[in-house]
């Protein structure tokens, strides 16, 4: 019983120096600050003077006015529209060259020469493009840095299955012996009719 009387004078205590903690420093606290009627010093209206003064400041001329850059040489001439004209010269509806029949931006194979300076290995052509990426990837598959590069064999005809070829080949290369010994090399392991021809784009 006196245990239980000194345990709750003890709690007693407690909560009242808690709260004494709490409420006493709030005693020594300015008052809260009324925002709504808050001023601060020399924040009242301008005088008309400085007004005055301040505007004639704004209106002071800014001095030599920016140049404006001339149109043409802002924006310089350009033979843009020309170039896209020749380009429509020179590449079909269907986006094959005009003059030799393969798709636009794909590399030209064309009959090799004694000048020919790149060269590729035509390991061989297919109708069916599905076949063409086989081969290539057979080709990949040993090594090789194969491609497929489509024609159309009737050049302006139209854009049928049986008028494009798709013709895998490996390059490029820059010399003829490295060339023809790759084609041999090919046409062994293969069983294909592999033939050097001149790259070019």
Known sequence: MKSERTRMRATTLVVGGALALILIPMLFDEPATDYQTLTVAGSGPLSNERVMALQAEIQQPLGQSPTVVDFDQAVPATDLIDRVRQ??????????????????GEPILQEMTDSSRVLAVLVGQRNDLAAARALREQMRDQGYEAF???????????????????????????????AEQMRDDISRANNVNARVVEMSQ
Do not use: C, M, W
């Open 87 to 104: 380009l429509a010269s020179e590449v079909d509806a269907d986006g094959y060259n005009t003059q030799d029949g393969t798709r636009f």
């Open 148 to 178: 497929i590069s489509a024609v159309k064999l009737e050049v302006g005809g139209e854009n049928s299955l049986e008028n494009i070829v798709h013709r895998v080949a490996i390059g490029p290369l820059l010399s003829h012996t490295d």
